[in-house]
């Protein structure tokens, strides 16, 4: 249910997801299943404000999907080749996936341009995108970047609604949607991802130009009023990728 108090109401999702660890065991525990290199089904989520249908008009939706790993051992701040802990999420990556460490006031990202196959070594640019490269120790959690702030888009449903006085409401917003259109990289690869949307209002500025992002933990980027994200009670949906015989 939706949070609503004296100040206002808190953003909602529709959801029966009982899995609220992250980067727990997900092998049984997801939100969406998607055979791997299909297109379909879409991810579409109906999202509520104090339960009533968000109006989504002049908002722009985006979404993120990464999965988890841990260092295998200290990286220092200019080392560029890396190892997961017991290789997990090796799988999971190919060139220009971004790697991010740490989070808030420090965290880094890494962008990974190569692999030692044999070794399970992976190669990568420190410092990617202006973050600044730290020192990272043994067990440090990564985000393995699927992918990060692809355009996804907005659905509203409208209908004539006949209310209880038996008066008809014309043209009302019965129901809301956030809606993911995979790309063909999306799903190459199999496994547990953690999933979420991004609704972004802007400022009025008398310009449709994209927002901006910040790497800065305390600035949204130009142009932007506010943000809000889906799901709002734990790090990510879980999606669910399985292997296909017929997919290479």
Avoid at 66 to 74: A, D, F, M, T
Avoid at 133 to 153: A, C, E, M, Q, V
Wanted: hydrophobic share 30%.
């Amino acid at each position: 249910m939706s949070n609503c108090n004296s100040n206002g109401c808190n953003f909602n999702y529709r959801n029966n997801s009982n899995c609220y660890d992250s980067c727990s065991d997900l092998d049984n525990c997801y939100d969406f299943i998607i055979k791997r290199h299909d297109a379909l089904p879409e991810f579409k989520l109906e999202v509520t404000d104090c339960d009533e249908p968000i109006d989504l008009t002049g908002l722009i939706s985006e979404a993120s999907m990464w999965s988890c790993s841990k260092l295998k051992s200290n990286i220092t701040n200019n080392q560029t080749v890396i190892q997961l802990a017991d290789n997990i999420g090796f799988d999971q990556i190919l060139k220009n996936t971004i790697i991010q460490a740490g989070i808030g006031r420090n965290f880094e990202r890494m962008n990974v341009v190569g692999f030692d196959e044999e070794k399970k070594e992976i190669y990568v640019e420190r410092g990617y995108k202006n973050t600044t490269s730290f020192d990272w120790k043994k067990g440090t959690n990564l985000r393995l970047l699927r992918f990060l702030s692809n355009s996804s888009i907005t659905e509203m449903n409208f209908e004539d609604v006949t209310n209880s006085d038996g008066t008809i409401t014309k043209n009302k917003l019965t129901h809301s949607f956030l809606v993911y259109k995979w790309n063909p990289e999306d799903t190459c690869l199999a496994g547990s991802f953690f999933f979420e949307f991004k609704l972004i209002k802007m400022f009025n500025l008398g310009t449709s130009m994209p927002p901006i992002p910040s790497y800065s933990p305390c600035n949204w980027g130009y142009g932007v009023e506010w943000t809000r994200r889906f799901p709002v009670d734990k790090d990510g949906f879980i999606i669910k990728v399985y292997n296909s015989p017929t997919g290479e």
